[in-house]
């Protein structure tokens, strides 16, 4: 059994932090989540994917930001030298922040004490977080503020540019980092700079503060977390006061205008997120936080109408949100093109983020819905399988290959290329190295009666209930791929308790088979059973894993006549390297029969439709005579791993072939 | 008959100019253009938009220049002033150059001296427009550079931002400008400044200058077209140089890449447009203007092929080119998406710059089936009914309603308003107001053997063919909303010329009546009469116009399944306004009959989709039961036309009722 190490970081775990969790603990709430100790992962899908992320991700992020003077920018902020030029955009400080968050999370992970490779990795990991940790700390202002591209002489001016500047947002990562840290009792040093950034941030923004917000939403989250975890009602306050504060128009005028950043409406008068969609989502999760926080009931019915509406009219299929490129914002409702659909990897996270407050706050299955479909179509899209290039946008239509990046340059937004290593502006890979290394803190909670299972696959649950009942489960599935779910029971529960299992919406049924039982068929939206679970109970979910074809709303004009296949959780993917022609341009699908599985993906009938040569793409109707080809059966690929084969066309919206609908 | 005016402007008219002609005047051509003196559009609708730009735009362009100091800058440059802070971006000096082109050519245009208004009109503008000229002079350096935003002891120095910095593209607007004043002898001063700014050009950038090109293209037609007009091959060869140099990565690194500003590719070896489509298109103007003038067939070639790829595959139905917000650029092959086609007014402003120099090469009206379309349907959208406001992109599909611009405001770019009336970025209204006042010249040439009338409507031709045969005719036609034209001629032609009317590619056939013949129905693409004509003969066509259902190439995914409205040369568009239910979010057409003509536009019977509600818009085939309302019989208005009613929803791209395809 893994027990927690005793090293000089984890050491400093000594249970003063009164609410436990992951990122998200709320003060009231339906669901309780756990903690590292509560929940591990073991070996299968997503344990996979955290290994990726503890052993070259976090390192990846901190030796190209180490290698492009990022972490610079601290040590010669500390140093006191004069007129020293900032290496980066203004916020990049940020991204050294949500990567100390992810290595907090990790090693906020128990050890397994009797291997020696997971102690040494654990012990360098806490050395290289320490070390950076005070690095920060050095750069801080005797007065709290933190950031190292304004405020001297050289420099402009603090709070000088609130609609770009991202002072606020970068000290709210810094804040979630120090929340981490807290919640895993892996650094007192990050603990005591954050709170001193929050206390600056009281007096410059505080009810005797300046009256203003920052131009990208972040702090709002980090204040409230910071609050629960501290008890210090004075930081819920303040990111109660950023909150009410917007749709006001305290930020100056945009090219984008107000929408951009919010600015336009006030959040409980909304009814949808729109303009930049991290910004929109960030900020909604942190009114959510607020709401939570101060009873306010009519902010938090705004939010949950606002993620309605968004899922209703403005979501990919895929989980993606924000169509523009531009402006990296939402569409209007129904725009969503595939072709080059924005779907920022970080929208993804923050969509997430949200979904998980709601889901804590509601219990409602459909948010576990919506974080299932984007965390393992959209965030994980984004790293390549080595860890060590990203995605920054997750288009769901590819028409040219995208080059091979340059795997020692900084990349742009690797719009023309596949993943790139890192980019000028690289909130994507720190965004994904703390959620990879926090993801399973939202894939189970705790109840008054129970436990719930939102997430599929291998890990272990062990935790009390608030009456000291003891819950010890695993949980075992080859999902995504499969749809066998078991739990099993370690520990006798002593008492009546119900476990609560998940049906993804996609699956509509499930056969549930509980313990000594027959298989049943269940329908709804959770598998619940009731009972005094003893060690060796196995309760069994069956999902009724297929590949099947999906339809749009008709109002999303830009994939009218086409579907996209799911398999399972997963939206799959045309990519042209597995078809015959190399094209995925001119192709149409046979859905009059439904995809057959492979092993990660489905199987598709295609036909190739050679249009009538014209050097004017309109014709009247009489015009054309299109011929169709057949190209045989073709396999789709889970949407997340294309592009991990080399330059590739792609597509996950497929024309239906003629005489089909 | 209108008759040249003498006054101080016009007086310089001495007929110095070697070639005469519009904008484009190449040494080597199978048609010749026409000047101002022998073309000349009557009442009609072409007329009426000139009319609207010599009373409105270019006074609009004029007062909103100087009104936020762009004007100013000249002065301040001129003052010799120290540190003064330069009024809007680099590059708005381009904008009053482009403002003294479009007046150069209203000027040039012969004026009714009988007509008191006009004479006073004119006056007052040759007045304005020596003032203006006099003002961009005295900010000219003793060395000929001409910039008021570089190499000042405060500014950055000359050349400093070849990628960003535009000094040579506002310099090569300036040089048309002097073209334009040389063509219509309006300005000696001006003409002297361009000569003094190539002059400095070939110096620095010359044979023995620095080996570099600027960011955005556009001096290279400009230096061609100067070195026509004053007949100097330095101003030719130093084009022939920026025209080679482009495509060998000279140009630094930049987020778009190097295809933004078509330094990925050399130009003769490229086979598409690609990248900025303003820079794109200027770039392959410039290029053929090069190979005309130097005799290379295989530059020419390859402009020719890449107007050929980019028709076929890159262009939206209204001739609208570029399909991406984010860099203003060309989409891959049929990345057309309706949903903020960007379609930028300049692109389709230099895209008849390129089809225009096409077809004096060629005499293949292809190329003036495309001026015409996009003339119609995208230029002319650009400016409202008033001509006080302008939209900067002609996106196909208009989601939610823009909202009416503050008329005080700069605004970005019109993307979320209505028509706005000055933009942060003002290529588009000063480009517009050069367009409309040097349209006509694109309409008719000639040959040896006759008059080519390319594009229909209501004008005079009085020509002289190389051998001194009189070419004296008018052409009158309801064109665009009716399909009569009447040419008929005014003068004994004295021998056999060639009459070739354009036959549209929208109309397939065309009736024919010669002098004293019987109508006939003609096919092809040119209407020929070959004849001795007489003063009094007519010659007649009429095209069919009729309404009609447009189907896309069946790679442009985003518009499967719809179809546009044509009625003649005029792509229709459906605004909200006119759709009972006040949405067209959710509609289908019944393409089961014609479209019937209204006056300017076509009525189609319409249905309303009236989706299942989902709170999640990807269902399985089974879910959705979507119900269909009719909506009766709707209108369709000119592309062009629309917003100018007041806030709407609008698409050119309707989908096709269920039941039919």
Redesign the interface.
């Known amino acids: 059994m893994p027990t927690s190490l005793d090293t000089s970081a984890a050491a400093s775990r000594d249970g003063r932090h009164a609410r436990p969790g992951g990122p998200v603990s709320p003060t009231r709430s339906r669901l309780t989540p756990l903690d590292a100790a509560e929940i591990r992962l073991v070996d299968g899908f997503w344990s996979e994917r955290q290994r990726l992320n503890a052993d070259v991700i976090l390192r990846h992020c901190e030796e190209w930001m180490e290698r492009i003077g990022w972490t610079s920018n601290l040590d010669r902020a500390a140093s006191g030298e004069e007129g020293w030029e900032h290496a980066g955009i203004e916020f990049v400080d940020s991204e050294i922040h949500k990567l100390l968050e992810g290595m907090a999370w990790e090693l906020g992970r128990p050890v397994d004490a009797d291997d020696p490779a997971a102690v040494a990795a654990h012990v360098d990991l806490a050395d290289r977080f320490a070390r950076l940790v005070s690095r920060v700390a050095a750069a801080q202002d005797p007065d709290g503020y933190l950031h190292t591209s304004f405020g001297r002489p050289w420099q402009r001016p603090r709070y000088s540019d609130l609609e770009w500047g991202h002072e606020l947002y970068s000290m709210g990562h810094l804040i979630q980092a120090g929340v981490a840290a807290h919640r895993t009792g892996t650094s007192d040093e990050l603990v005591g700079v954050v709170t001193r950034v929050a206390d600056h941030l009281w007096e410059a923004f505080g009810p005797d503060g300046r009256v203003a917000v920052c131009g990208h939403p972040e702090v709002e989250v980090a204040l409230v977390e910071l609050g629960r975890a501290l008890e210090e009602p004075r930081y819920v306050e303040l990111a109660r006061l950023f909150v009410e504060r917007r749709g006001h128009g305290l930020l100056g005028q945009i090219?984008?205008?107000a929408?951009y950043f919010q600015d336009d409406v006030p959040v409980r008068d909304a009814d949808v997120l729109r303009g930049h969609a991290v910004r929109a989502l960030y900020l909604a999760a942190g009114a959510l936080d607020v709401a939570v926080e101060t009873g306010d009931a009519e902010l938090a019915d705004a939010v949950r109408r606002q993620w309605?509406e968004t899922?209703?009219?403005r979501?990919y299929?895929t989980g993606g949100m924000g169509?523009?490129?531009?402006d990296e914002a939402f569409?209007?409702?129904?725009?969503l093109?595939?072709?080059?659909a924005y779907a920022e990897t970080c929208a993804g996270i923050a969509s997430n983020m949200l979904s998980w407050r709601l889901l804590l706050q509601d219990d409602d299955p459909?948010y576990a819905d919506l974080i299932e479909r984007t965390l393992l179509n959209t965030v994980l899209a984004s790293p390549r399988e080595d860890g060590r290039a990203f995605f920054y946008t997750n288009t769901l239509?590819q028409?040219?290959p995208g080059t091979a990046p340059d795997e020692d340059e900084v990349n742009?937004?690797a719009l023309?290329s596949l993943r790139a290593p890192w980019f000028?502006v690289s909130c994507c890979p720190t965004n994904v190295a703390r959620t990879l290394a926090s993801m399973e803190l939202t894939f189970a909670t705790r109840s008054p009666d129970g436990v719930q299972i939102h997430q599929l696959g291998s890990y272990d649950v062990d935790t009390v209930l608030e009456d000291g009942t003891p819950v010890a489960l695993s949980v075992r599935s080859g999902y995504p791929y499969a749809g066998d779910v078991s739990v099993a029971f370690r520990e006798d529960t002593g008492r009546e308790v119900e476990l609560a299992v998940r049906i993804p919406?996609w699956a509509r049924t499930a056969t549930l088979t509980e313990p000594g039982g027959s298989p049943l068929e269940v329908r709804g939206r959770r598998a619940l059973v009731h009972r005094r679970f003893r060690a060796g109970d196995e309760v069994r979910l069956d999902l009724p894993m297929a590949a099947?074809?999906?339809?749009?709303?008709?109002?999303?004009?830009?994939?009218?006549?086409?579907v996209?296949v799911e398999r399972g959780p997963l939206v799959l993917a045309l990519e042209s390297t597995d078809v015959p022609s190399g094209q995925v341009?001119?192709v149409a699908v046979d859905?009059g029969s439904a995809p057959a599985l492979t092993e990660r993906g489905a199987r598709v009938r295609l036909s190739r439709?050679v249009?009538d040569v014209?050097?004017?793409?309109?014709?009247?109707?009489v015009d054309?005579v299109?011929r169709v080809e057949p190209l045989g059966e073709v396999d789709l690929v889970p949407y997340a791993s294309w592009a991990n084969r080399g330059p590739s066309t792609m597509r996950v919206?497929i024309?239906v072939a003629a005489g089909r609908s």
Chains 1, 2 share one sequence.
């Open positions: 090219e984008y205008g929408e309605e899922v209703r009219a979501t299929v169509s523009h490129h531009q569409g209007a409702d129904f725009e093109p595939p072709d080059r459909r239509h028409r040219t742009a937004r023309a000028e919406a099947r074809f999906v339809i749009p709303d008709p109002r999303i004009d830009a994939v009218r006549g086409q996209a341009g001119d859905t439709t249009a014209a050097d004017w793409p309109y014709g009247h109707g054309r299109d919206w024309p």
